[in-house]
C-alpha cells in the first residue's frame, strides 16, 4: 500500500530532495512522492516515513538511492535535433577557429540520463561534420543518478528511444542483442565518458574540468531560481571562455544569468562564455 504523508512529511521530503538535488517537487506531486517513498520504505524495511527520512539522512547510499528514485529521466536519441544540426553547421565551425588540427574538443551533456544524448552527439558528428577526423573530440556524459549513468555506459535501448533515428543510422551505430533491445557498437560505446555529477554543487561540477561546448538540456525545467542562478554559475565557470552553452527548447538564462552572450544561430538559441 501507498503510504500517505502528512504535510510535514511531505515538506521534510521535498526539503531534502531540494538540497539534495535543486529540483523542487509542489503539493501536485503529492501522489508520485508518496509512491516512490513507499518505495524506499519497502526496499530498506522502515515503516514510518520520518524514521526513513531519518534513515536517508545518516547513510549516503540511501540517500542516493532517493536520488535515483525520484529523478525524472526521460530522454531519447535526436531529441530536439536542431541543436545538433547548429553543432556541426556553426559552433563547432566556430570553436575550431581559433584551434589547430589535433587539438582537443571537449563537448559537456549535463544532465546525459541514460546517455541518449551524448552518443546523439557523438553519432551526428560522424555522420554531419566533415572534420570530426580532424581533431580530438572529447564527449562526456554526466548525471547526478548513479543507475542511468550505468545504463549509458551499458548503452542497451529499446525501440522507443530509437524512433526518431532513421533506420539506416540504427544499422550502423546498434547491434541487435535481444528482441527488444540494440546495443550502440563497442567503438561508438568507448568514444563516450560517462561520470555522476550534481549540477548544483560547485566541487562536484569542477571535477570534470573545461568545456568548449555544454548541453544542459531539460533539467532547469525542474529547478526553481535558487538552482538555476547555482547551475547557471557552475556551467559558466566550466566553459572555455568562448564556449558555447544549449539549453533545453522551454528553457532560457533571462532573469537567471546575465555573465552569457545571446546568441541567435539559424538553427537555435544559444548562450556563450564572453
Ligand atoms: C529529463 S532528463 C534530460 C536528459 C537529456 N538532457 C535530454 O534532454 O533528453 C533530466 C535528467 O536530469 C538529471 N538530474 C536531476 N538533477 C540533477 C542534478 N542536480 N545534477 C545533474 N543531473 C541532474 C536526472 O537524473 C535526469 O536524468
Same mark, same amino acid.
Given at each position: 500500500?501507498?503510504?500517505?504523508?502528512?504535510?510535514?512529511?511531505? @515538506?521534510?521530503?521535498?526539503?531534502?530532495?531540494?538540497?539534495?538535488?535543486?529540483?523542487?517537487?509542489?503539493?501536485?506531486?503529492?501522489?508520485?512522492?508518496?509512491?516512490?517513498?513507499?518505495?524506499?520504505?519497502? @526496499?530498506?524495511?522502515?515503516?514510518?516515513?520520518?524514521?526513513?527520512?531519518?534513515?536517508?539522512?545518516?547513510?549516503?547510499?540511501?540517500?542516493?538511492?532517493?536520488?535515483?528514485?525520484?529523478?525524472?529521466?526521460?530522454? !531519447?536519441?535526436?531529441?530536439?535535433?536542431? @541543436?545538433?544540426?547548429?553543432?556541426?553547421?556553426?559552433?563547432?565551425?566556430?570553436?575550431?577557429?581559433?584551434?589547430?588540427? +589535433?587539438?582537443?574538443?571537449?563537448?559537456?551533456?549535463?544532465?546525459?540520463?541514460? +546517455?541518449?544524448?551524448?552518443?546523439? /552527439?557523438?553519432?551526428?558528428?560522424?555522420?554531419?561534420?566533415?572534420?570530426?577526423?580532424?581533431?580530438? /573530440?572529447?564527449?562526456?556524459?554526466?548525471?547526478?543518478?548513479?543507475?542511468?549513468?550505468?545504463?549509458?555506459?551499458?548503452?542497451?535501448?529499446?525501440?522507443?528511444?530509437?524512433?526518431?533515428?532513421?533506420?539506416?543510422?540504427?544499422?550502423?551505430?546498434?547491434?541487435?542483442?535481444?528482441? @527488444? !533491445?540494440?546495443? /550502440?557498437?563497442?567503438?561508438?560505446?568507448?568514444?563516450?565518458?560517462?561520470?555522476?555529477?550534481?549540477?548544483?554543487?560547485?566541487?562536484?561540477?569542477?571535477?570534470?574540468?573545461?568545456?568548449?561546448?555544454?548541453?544542459?538540456?531539460?533539467?532547469?525545467?525542474?529547478?526553481?531560481?535558487?538552482?538555476?542562478?547555482?547551475?547557471?554559475?557552475?556551467?559558466?565557470?566550466?566553459?572555455?571562455?568562448? +564556449?558555447?552553452?544549449?539549453? +533545453?527548447?522551454?528553457?532560457?538564462?533571462?532573469?537567471?544569468?546575465?555573465?552569457?552572450?545571446?546568441?541567435?544561430?539559424?538553427?537555435?538559441?544559444? !548562450?556563450?562564455?564572453?
Amino acid at each position: 500500500m501507498t503510504a500517505t504523508l502528512s504535510a510535514d512529511e511531505l @515538506q521534510l521530503v521535498t526539503g531534502l530532495l531540494y538540497r539534495l538535488t535543486g529540483m523542487t517537487f509542489g503539493e501536485n506531486k503529492r501522489y508520485y512522492i508518496e509512491r516512490r517513498i513507499t518505495e524506499r520504505m519497502k @526496499q530498506t524495511g522502515i515503516a514510518s516515513a520520518r524514521a526513513y527520512l531519518a534513515h536517508a539522512a545518516l547513510d549516503p547510499a540511501e540517500r542516493q538511492a532517493l536520488v535515483n528514485a525520484f529523478t525524472i529521466n526521460e530522454t !531519447y536519441f535526436f531529441r530536439e535535433d536542431h @541543436q545538433f544540426r547548429a553543432l556541426g553547421d556553426q559552433i563547432l565551425p566556430e570553436i575550431v577557429r581559433t584551434k589547430r588540427p +589535433g587539438d582537443l574538443v571537449r563537448i559537456w551533456s549535463l544532465p546525459c540520463s541514460t +546517455g541518449d544524448e551524448p552518443y546523439s /552527439i557523438a553519432i551526428w558528428l560522424l555522420e554531419n561534420w566533415p572534420m570530426v577526423d580532424a581533431y580530438n /573530440i572529447e564527449i562526456i556524459g554526466s548525471d547526478i543518478d548513479t543507475s542511468a549513468v550505468e545504463a549509458a555506459r551499458a548503452g542497451r535501448y529499446a525501440a522507443r528511444a530509437l524512433s526518431r533515428l532513421p533506420a539506416s543510422l540504427v544499422e550502423r551505430y546498434f547491434e541487435a542483442e535481444h528482441r @527488444q !533491445y540494440r546495443r /550502440i557498437i563497442e567503438d561508438l560505446r568507448e568514444s563516450v565518458q560517462f561520470s555522476v555529477v550534481n549540477l548544483v554543487d560547485p566541487a562536484s561540477v569542477a571535477t570534470q574540468g573545461r568545456f568548449d561546448v555544454i548541453l544542459c538540456r531539460n533539467l532547469l525545467i525542474y529547478f526553481d531560481d535558487a538552482s538555476r542562478k547555482i547551475a547557471a554559475d557552475n556551467l559558466f565557470d566550466r566553459l572555455h571562455p568562448g +564556449g558555447f552553452l544549449c539549453l +533545453g527548447h522551454s528553457e532560457s538564462m533571462a532573469r537567471i544569468s546575465d555573465r552569457f552572450d545571446f546568441v541567435r544561430l539559424d538553427d537555435a538559441i544559444v !548562450y556563450r562564455r564572453p
